[in-house]
């Protein structure tokens, strides 16, 4: 059982590149989440998704895009790179949300430096 | 507007002794989780305790409690027995119908 898969670990990008992060679950959890984390700060959430096909913008999504084309899969898309988006990526999915014991499953992080 | 808020950058205790970590938040949904999470240095999220807004009882796990006050919308976490690897950055977090949110942290540092 793996769980949430998170690749790559680990990325140093120019600025300008593009890249996508990818996050793979294998629960069949429908719910699926896209956090990253400044250092000594909390997560923010960047997109999310209900279920395959839908989307929706968190809290920071300027500069990211994602699709969900499956339920497994939750690609994020960094387009034009820029330091600010140097941060700890966690992908997150969850069985059921709202009041529920099930709660979430993160994966381990990409650490992403812009330079 | 939803949002959760952690008051205390950071926290000291003494090895065995208790900690109480302050989290409060907001919501008008009458459905709703709270989450605490322990992140070490080394980066994971881990799970600590979990608390429904329907729950008649505080939850507990272990040595960690959850002091769940609803009218005042606040769910502090309280750890007894405090140990040298319970030094790490806790988040609480707020669970919504469709999403998780996260309070920006308190770093515990637990000394001998």
């Known amino acids: 059982n793996a769980g949430v898969t998170q690749t790559p670990k680990f990325r140093i990008l120019k600025i300008g590149q593009s890249m996508t992060l990818q996050c793979a679950q294998d629960?069949?959890?429908?719910?699926m989440y896209w956090y990253r984390q400044d250092p000594g700060m909390g997560l923010k959430l960047i997109y999310y998704?209900?279920?395959?096909?839908?989307?929706d913008k968190g809290e920071v999504p300027n500069g990211y895009n994602v699709s969900r084309s499956t339920t497994e899969d939750f690609p994020l898309r960094l387009e034009l790179a820029a330091p600010s988006q140097t941060s700890v990526y966690f992908c997150?999915?969850?069985?059921?949300?709202?009041?529920?014991?099930?709660?979430?499953?993160f994966g381990s992080g990409t650490r992403l430096t812009v330079v | 507007a939803q949002k959760i808020t952690q008051t205390q950058p950071g926290m000291f205790v003494q090895e065995k002794e208790a900690v109480t970590l302050d989290c409060t938040y907001d919501?008008?949904?009458?459905?709703?989780?709270l989450f605490w999470y322990k992140q070490p240095s080394s980066g994971e999220m881990i799970f600590l305790i979990y608390?429904?807004?329907?729950?008649?009882q505080n939850a507990t796990e272990g040595r960690y409690s959850l002091n769940f006050q609803k009218a005042r919308k606040s769910a502090n976490l309280v750890i007894s027995a405090s140990q040298l690897g319970d030094s790490a950055m806790y988040f609480c977090?707020?669970?919504?119908?469709?999403?998780?949110?996260f309070g920006t942290g308190t770093r515990l540092q637990v000394f001998p």
């Open positions: 997150a999915s969850s069985f059921s949300p709202g009041q529920s014991i099930y709660g979430y499953t």
């Open positions: 629960m069949n959890h429908n719910y």
């Open positions: 998704s209900v279920g395959a096909g839908i989307t």
């Open positions: 919501t008008s949904d009458p459905s709703y989780g």
């Open positions: 608390q429904g807004s329907y729950d008649q």
């Open positions: 977090a707020l669970s919504l119908i469709d999403k998780l949110i």
